[in-house]
């Protein structure tokens, strides 16, 4: 298995709604990484989890809560979005804690609407 | 704090041209990385150059590596029309206690005209 999968694909979701976006990944790496990727933008990372531990929050609003409860699994919690928050959202995984050494292996991303 | 510069943002070619994408960085990297992104897709790993001067081909592409470690390019020949979507360049820098910072360029997206 060589893949990081994100569930659900897509998700519409209203500013006063709880949601969570799924990410999982198989190839034993210990380092996963949320991002965000606003349309015609580079990815922005919000957080990095190295095992299991939150190594980096990149001064993301608290609406975003991400949670990871075993190497193999990372979620992202959300919370009284605003519609700027709508994107696509990238969840990425590396084999050393840096992606040093064999870079990032991204999911295909939650394409995500604030109404 | 770091910046990655890439240049140019869009490049449109006939089908059969030659294409090249540059990254620039502001501080020495630790390596660099580039990624391919299809329309409605996700970044996919492509290729990392860590040392000065590093030249790598994959097929139609040649990754180079500058000596000074600040800058990078990505060549295609013979442009395909599977070659579209948009490449990023992606320098790591070292931020101090065994860790990296990872900083994406703007990227450049390649359009082929059949």
């Known amino acids: 298995d060589t893949e990081v999968t994100q569930t659900p694909k897509h998700l519409v979701m209203g500013m006063t709604n709880k949601k969570s976006l799924k990410c999982e990944q198989h190839m034993g790496h210990r380092a996963m990484y949320w991002y965000k990727q606003k349309a015609k933008k580079p990815p922005e990372l919000m957080f990095v989890y190295s095992y299991e531990k939150l190594s980096i929050n990149e001064s993301v609003p608290s609406r975003f809560s991400p949670e990871c409860p075993n190497s193999s699994l990372l979620n992202l919690h959300l919370h009284a979005l605003q519609p700027e928050d709508s994107a696509l959202y990238l969840c990425?995984?590396?084999?050393?804690?840096?992606?040093?050494?064999?870079?990032?292996?991204f999911g295909s991303g939650t394409r995500l609407t604030v109404v | 704090g770091q910046q990655v510069m890439q240049i140019p943002q869009y490049q449109h070619v006939q089908e059969g041209e030659d294409f090249t994408t540059y990254c620039n960085s502001s501080t020495t990297l630790s390596n660099i990385q580039w990624y391919k992104q299809r329309p409605g897709g996700h970044p996919v790993f492509l290729i990392q150059?860590?040392?000065?001067?590093e030249v790598k081909k994959q097929k139609r592409l040649t990754f180079q590596f500058g000596e000074a470690k600040k800058n990078s390019s990505l060549h295609i020949t013979a442009t395909q029309t599977t070659d579209v979507g948009t490449y990023f360049c992606a320098g790591s820098v070292s931020s101090g206690a065994g860790s990296y910072q990872l900083t994406f360029g703007k990227g450049t997206k390649l359009s082929v005209i059949p």
């Open positions: 990425a995984s590396s084999q050393d804690r840096w992606g040093q050494e064999y870079g990032y292996t």
């Open positions: 150059l860590v040392k000065s001067g």
